[in-house]
């Protein structure tokens, strides 16, 4: 069987180095925040070149504090891309505002930046462009619109942990980049995790303040606010798997060049696109084919596990049936969710898994 990720497989190989972290965290009797988690902000700042990082419980949350700082609230529209998890527009809705859709590029399925004339209007407030599969939005033309009308990026990094556009790393274009450590995410928690990176002094502190009730100092709440403090374990052991996150970034590109040089002429079959001056860190790697229910099929069979990200777009879910979008409104988006197909990618896959994948998609289309 290959699975389409392996974290027992990734916590073997780093168990020596993350068991004596967790352990001292336990034995330090400091199981929230702490020197752990600060020490963690500081690295992982660096990683992304910018001055701050604040590290929260989750992905969602991190969108919610970036929304927040940047002053969204009800009344106002935030523009962010369908084709997406569903935490993205959950976020904003978070905060009281309103999630505004524009269609997704055909060739890197992240938000289409000529789609966002027609978007913005009077109530828009900022933009989340996605950094979808671990690429990053083509976020020059987009900071240009959103500079234009004032409005604040906030990037969704969630999925796209040290990708570049320009040698600029995730998180660090727009005036905040939020980041999940889910299990599963290129950099994960053993839990949940989330963090947000800003060069924005003020937004840094009203985060900081937010992510935990609000405090100036104990028992002084200046500002409404949550319980979205990351544990000091989940610090540590982060920690731990940031250090060696280029070298998985590395072992995935190397997989993914595997996959584009063994599936490279295939009828039907459309490979993901790394576009010009970006590095994808392939979080996932999506083939498209208007057989894919059919191509998932017969991987099942062979042993071969595959992913759908998406099957839905968010304007068509159930939830969010009251912004009033209808099918057919974004048919970039809404194609790529009936042809995607995630194949099997992680840092311990080995070359030869790819070629048994390839060899098993050949012989579904060559049948
Ligand atoms: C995972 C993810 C999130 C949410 O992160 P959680 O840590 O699960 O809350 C948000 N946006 C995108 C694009 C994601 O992939």
Same mark, same amino acid.
């Given at each position: 069987?290959?699975? /389409? ?8 190989? #780093? ?11 336990? =034995? ?41 700082? =940047? ?115 290129? #950099? ?82 459309? #490979? ?40 839905? &777009? ?8 009251? /912004? ?6 974004? &048919? ?10 995630? #194949?099997?990618?992680? &840092? ?20």
């Amino acid at each position: 069987m290959i699975p /389409l990720l392996d974290l027992k497989a990734h916590y073997a190989a #780093l168990r020596p180095e993350i068991e004596p972290a967790v352990l001292s965290v336990l =034995a330090s009797g400091n199981y929230v925040l702490g020197e752990q988690v600060q020490q963690f902000e500081r690295d992982f700042a660096a990683y992304c070149g910018t001055r701050h990082a604040i590290a929260v419980n989750s992905g969602t949350s991190a969108l919610h504090l970036a929304l927040l700082a =940047a002053g969204v609230g009800p009344g106002d529209e935030v523009i962010t891309s369908p084709l997406t998890f569903v935490a993205t527009a959950s976020a904003i809705v978070y905060a009281g505002a309103q999630p505004v859709f524009v269609d997704v590029d055909p060739e890197t399925l992240t938000l289409d930046p000529k789609r966002l004339e027609e978007a913005v209007t009077r109530r828009t407030k900022a933009i989340i462009p996605v950094h979808l599969h671990g690429q990053m939005a083509d976020m020059g033309p987009i900071l240009d619109r959103a500079s234009h009308s004032h409005l604040h990026v906030i990037e969704d990094a969630c999925q796209a942990h040290g990708a570049e556009y320009g040698g600029q790393r995730a998180g660090s274009m727009g005036v905040s980049g939020c980041f999940s450590f889910y299990p599963g995410k290129n #950099l994960g928690a053993c839990g949940e995790g989330g963090l947000v990176v800003t060069n924005d002094d003020r937004q840094m502190e009203i985060m900081r303040m937010l992510r935990d009730w609000g405090q100036e100092q104990r028992y002084h709440h200046a500002l409404k606010g949550f319980n979205y403090r990351m544990d000091a374990v989940q610090g540590a052991i982060l920690r731990v798997k940031l250090a060696h996150l280029e070298e998985w970034i590395a072992a995935r590109r190397a997989r993914a060049a595997d996959y584009d040089r063994l599936l490279s002429g295939i009828p039907h079959l459309r #490979l993901p696109v790394e576009a010009p001056g970006r590095r994808h860190v392939y979080h996932v790697y999506a083939v498209r084919t208007p057989e894919r229910d059919d191509l998932r099929r017969h991987l099942e069979r062979e042993g071969i596990q595959t992913g759908l990200h998406y099957p839905i &777009p968010v304007h068509l879910q159930k939830a969010f049936r009251d /912004l009033g979008y209808a099918e057919g409104d974004f &048919p970039v988006a809404e194609a790529a969710c009936r042809e995607v197909l995630s #194949l099997p990618i992680y &840092p311990e896959l080995a070359a030869d898994q790819v070629e048994n994948v390839a060899e098993a998609i050949m012989r579904d289309v060559y049948a």
